[in-house]
Nanobody, 127 residues
Framework: QEQPMESGGGSVQAGGSLRLSCTGS????????MGWFRQVPGKEREGVAS????????YYTDSVKGRFTISREDAKNTVYLQMNSLKPEDTAIYYC????????????????????WGQGTQVTVSS
């Protein structure tokens, strides 16, 4: 099964910024909706942000609104997650995912909406 591929994770101090990238084949990139999720050990995977192809509707979990921005660059088959004003509680493995169907308000940040998942990239924010 084809997978998206994440990059850009790393370690940063609180208040800093990171930009995650998610790339994929045309098969992956042209899925109707692309999303970013995160997970820490012992907790459920959490939806962070998602974006619909073409329509460019975006969805964010409340804790990242105003700090994170999801965007697409079609020429590079890449979806970005710009993360600013990072906090220690943002520390997690971040995953990129692709969905066959358009995302909607009710399911844009729900893991079961998505069909293809990357391997993840670690983000660590120190205080």
């Amino acid at each position: 099964q084809e997978q998206p591929m994440e990059s850009g994770g790393g370690s940063v101090q609180a208040g800093g910024s990171l930009r995650l990238s998610c790339t994929g084949s045309d098969y992956i990139y042209n899925r109707k909706c692309m999303g970013w999720f995160r997970q820490v050990p012992g907790k459920e995977r959490e939806g962070v942000a998602s974006i619909n192809t073409g329509l460019l509707n975006t969805y964010y979990t409340d804790s990242v609104k105003g700090r994170f921005t999801i965007s697409r660059e079609d020429a590079k088959n890449t979806v970005y997650l710009q993360m600013n004003s990072l906090k220690p509680e943002d520390t997690a493995i971040y995953y990129c995912a692709a969905a066959v169907f358009w995302c909607r308000d009710t399911d844009a940040l729900v893991p079961t909406t998505y069909n293809n998942w990357g391997q993840g990239t670690q983000v660590t924010v120190s205080s």
